[in-house]
């Protein structure tokens, strides 16, 4: 099995969010032991932020750790763990809010759309919208 980055990076669907992570300087810390929980956004969910968020991010590296951070929980979460949660502390600092109300599980406006992708040191829970903490 591969670590969460070598996970993201076999998967080609989160080329966007690599790029970030190698630009913050986090992949180290991702390829450590963890475990760690990932709410990973794809290409597309980067895509739909407004046109030059993602180059002016690349180029202020703390706030590109911000939110990056914010898009991962100590620990090893699955989805049936999740579920029982209406929130959930990031590296980052801030919660994000956990809703699992409707069927499927939402985090903070973000719909997980694929859950429980194992990783040698933690689990990946796909996103489709970039998590940006307050």
Do not use: R
């Amino acid at each position: 099995m591969a670590n969460i980055v070598e996970t993201a990076i076999n998967a080609g669907s989160f080329n966007t969010l690599v790029t970030a992570i190698k630009a913050a300087d986090l992949v180290d810390t991702l390829n450590g032991a963890g475990p760690f929980t990932v709410f990973a956004p794809t290409d597309e969910a980067f895509a739909k932020l407004p046109e030059g968020t993602v180059e002016g991010l690349l180029k202020d590296i703390p706030t590109l750790k911000k939110i990056l951070t914010y898009h991962v929980v100590s620990g090893k979460v699955m989805a049936s763990d999740v579920v029982k949660l209406d929130s959930a502390t990031t590296v980052q600092g801030s919660d994000v809010k956990i809703d699992a109300s409707n069927g499927g599980v939402k985090v903070n406006d973000a719909t997980v759309a694929t859950a429980d992708v194992a990783a040698d040191n933690g689990v990946i829970h796909i996103i489709d919208t970039v998590l940006i903490p307050a």
